[in-house]
């Protein structure tokens, strides 16, 4: 803090005690607000009774008369202070309220000669004294760091912020309305586990005291929302919070909502006709268009959204036919020839599935902008999904990708018991020679598939991805109101 930040703060704690030695409660239990700030704007002149709380973000002194701004979620609105209307309140509003501090304002409204609705001031009161200024330029807060470790500071100066945030709520509430208008029925799963399951990552592991055995924090919520479906619910949700003990950036973050869904006798060719009627529902309802620009890209939702194999896809892309490797090394030869540098995979330890998952990513999926669904997965890298019928080497399995990023990934759901276990053998397998984000045995929902699931198509949508492409964030941070920062 500088030598000035210091000095403003000594003296707004000397004006606490002068308040408090007034008889004044600085800190209020309430205040009876009849409008929020956004509402005055539309308000006619002569309106009475009028009572208005908010921040105090500017004020201007002209002698016997004081105008400033509250500022609340809604926006902001002027009032104005008269000797002629309070008195000497006027004086002690001058002398005792600084920027940041709250306040609540009773009084009339009329329009000034400058054509701005303001509240014209009966009676002030303090509402809550702010004892640290605020930021220099809080008006425009655009250190990095700072917004993400301080977004209450952002918020307070960045109008633009507090919309990105209600947009967000805007978004997941009109998908909740969505789905419970088609028989979805929202329910909770563990967020604590015994098992590392639900999707391919490396988890965070933490120990039970009581139970005395180590538990992980769950990386999906998809072998729990399935037992519920086994156990006799037809359509499930659930908005989850999980957690991937991997990498940070602007499109990963270590903890972050899904929303995952499954629907009793669907497919996945059902489901991708679902998930486009849904997204195209929340972009009319939330920002009323289906045409959107991300950091200067247009992106349209509009039309029939393609549907293209993964196979074709790749060899597409770098010219590599994928069901012509027969084993994961005959696949790295042919990355090798290409010149394809594939970071951060060791060929001794990863699986052909991760392999070829990152050839992918790194040839594929970044060229994506329009709204692609990408369908027939190898097998190799869905050990959840169900195996088609006529190709064994690919799964009913569907991604839809949005400039370069995945923001849903849905099967048709593996029922059968027998070819789940296989997979699972498979997975542990690979984990035993080292590929950490392969899926453990999970043998208790094994038993749970035993005694019977009906087909099942499902999806887990990554909601920061989807808000930080319709509101244009740049990161996923800047859509969660308190990311995960290194301590200062």
Known sequence: ???????????????????????????????????????????????????????IVSARHFGKLTFAHLSDHTGRAQISLQVNDIGPEQERFKKYVDIGDYVGVRGSIYTTKTGEKTLRAASWTMLSKSLRPLPEKFHGLVDTEQRLRKRYLELISSQESMERFKTRTRVIRTMRDYLDAHD???????????KASGAFATPFKTHHNALDIDVFLRIAPETYLKRAIAGGFDRVYEFARCFRNEGMDPSHLP??????YYCSYWNYED???FTEKLVKHVLM???????????????SFDGSWPRISFRDLIL?????????????EELWDEIKKKNIALDDINIKTAGIGTIIDNLYKKVSRPSMVNPVFIIKHPIDISPLA?????????VDRFQLVINGWEVVNAYSELIDPVDQAERFMKQAEARAAGDMEA???DHDFLACMEYGMPPMSGWGMGIDRFVALITGAVTLRDVVLFPLMRPE
């Open 1 to 55: 803090m500088s030598e000035e930040a210091k000095n403003e703060l000594q003296v707004r704690r000397e004006k606490l005690e002068e308040l408090r030695k007034e008889g004044v409660i600085p800190y209020a239990e309430r205040f009876d607000r009849t409008h929020k700030l956004s509402e005055v704007a539309s308000m006619e002149d002569g309106a009475d009774g009028v009572s208005l709380a908010g921040r």
């Open 386 to 394: 169900r195996k088609n019928d006529a190709d064994g080497r690919i």
């Open 184 to 194: 979805f029925m929202e329910i909770d799963t563990p967020v604590l586990t015994n």
């Open 271 to 273: 489901n991708m006709d």
């Open 255 to 260: 903890d972050f909502t899904m929303l995952e």
């Open 285 to 299: 309802t939330v920002k009323g268009t289906l045409d959107i620009e991300y950091e200067g890209t247009a992106i």
């Open 439 to 441: 899926m453990e045995m």
């Open 316 to 328: 597409k892309d770098c010219g590599i036919d994928i069901d012509r490797a027969a084993t994961k």
